[in-house]
């Protein structure tokens, strides 16, 4: 296993719509993050991670783009943009941008070339088809788009579909097209000349889709999803991508993989292999509560979460390197999601942020969950503003839900939750905007959790996060060890050792709001071993026991 940058590193990301309004319009901007640059920094991490910056109608907050080469007027400027990457370096933090390639704006000068004929040269850059059946008035497959109906869009003038995978005004590009790749190229290459240090790759692995877009398994929300979730080019275009232009920058790259397994995903992270992407956002440890495209909900079961950490852990060590997440602007508040943000909301807070960086991968922190931001309660579905919501919305109906019980699981799920602004203080509008309205709703629960407050207190979330990260960085045990699992079908304790180079990190976590017995595994003496971290201010033990108590996290270091 290659010691690398980016295995030490820890990202943040930043969804820059709510991160910090600088010029007082109520939506936040890049005069916003160099306020921030210092506060980013004193986190403890290495790396910036910034959601889409770029030109959009905002159909999809920035997934939706129509200008790769420039930055959104609502965000600032390319010059901006420039004083972020120079500010970010000058304190040793990269900066990785958001590349999303699978679909543009439906307002992209590409997309509305294409539309002015079947001979234009730009027609071919997206799935353009006649439809079928008599007037061809039906789509030309019965693929349904994962945020709004079918998957196909017709064109009165053009007297042909598009195909969708995601929202209307997310059209498809056409990646078996070589044109289009040459593009994607040129993009990557014209933000790493400007020096930019990576790309997180939006549904990365749904670029190429099957040959003649065949009909799909009348899936109730993804019909289709099976012929474009991992496509028979997507490693050949990867690897195009690769050596053709990232390996030229010695780039960074993350892919977001819907439905990824850790067997599939070393087809493309094996390192001295076909190591296309450094690694992979998969989503399976996201889906322990819920079901598929994360709108069917389920009791959370910790054996359940605990078997998925362990697969990808054991399957990708020393061969690929993991991707660690547990919120991001897609997800729901992870403290009342797989926490308790109630009776034990710092203490559930930091023993997630325990649990899962003290693993072996590269750890990413969304924006607020350093401070233990929360889901917020709407009290109407209108009160919602992502696309995907309707979809949900659709699916859940056909299932039978009533709209009152469909507020109940948006409440649970949705992605607004992770996208209200984030809580700075507790002055007026969480301090978040000068203006008067913020573009979006402000957790009504500022006033007491914000990173003002949280900076004052030397036990809060926010100053946990910080030790947590120097704690991983100062403990390469905690960066390359192995991942050895105990006590496997507890449904309250997640427990695992980690062993590098004469070092063995003991990891405890307890799920329980209540006090829990915990034994040390065989070979662990727990007055032995050096207390790396603990979530509660003292950590009393014996030699074998203790009393764990609600959502408590300790780490153990031993000599091995
Ligand atoms: O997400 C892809 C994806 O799989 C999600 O749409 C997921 O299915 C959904 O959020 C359910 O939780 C990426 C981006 O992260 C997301 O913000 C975009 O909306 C989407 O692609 C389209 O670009
Ligand atoms: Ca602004």
Redesign the pocket.
Known sequence: MVNEWYKEAAVYQIWPRSFKDGNGDGIGDLWGVLEKLDYIKSLGVDAIWF?PLYPSPQA??G??IADYRDICSDYGTLEVFKQVLDGAHERGLKVIMDL?V??TSDEHEWFKESKKGDDNPYHDYYFWRKGKGKNGKKPPNNWLS??EGKAWEYDENLGEYYLHL?AKK?PDLNMDNPKVREEVKGIMEFWLSMGVDGFRE??ITFISKAEGLPDGFPLPAATGIEHYRKGPHLLEYLTEFQNDVLKKYDAFTVG?A?MMTPERALEYVEEGKNQVLNMMFH?QHMNVDCIG??CIRRKFKLTRLKKVYNDWQKKLYRKGWNALYIE????PRIVSRYGNDKEFHDESAKMLATMYICQSGTPFIYQGQEIGMTNIHMDSLDDYVDV?IQNDCRTLRKFGFSDEKILETENAIS?DNARTPVQWSAKKNAGFTDGETPWFKINPNYKTINVASQEKDKNSVLNYYRKLLKTRKENPVLIYGDFEEHYKSSEELFVYERNYEGKRALVICSFSPKTVTFRAPAGFDLTAGKLLICNYKDAPAKPSICALRPYEARVYLYNA
Request: glycine fraction near 0%; aromatic fraction near 20%; hydrophobic fraction near 35%.
């Open positions: 959601s999809d907050f997934y939706d999303v699978n679909h994962l945020f995601f997310q939006d549904v977001e819907p989503f495209m994360n991001n602007h897609d997800q995907a992605r």
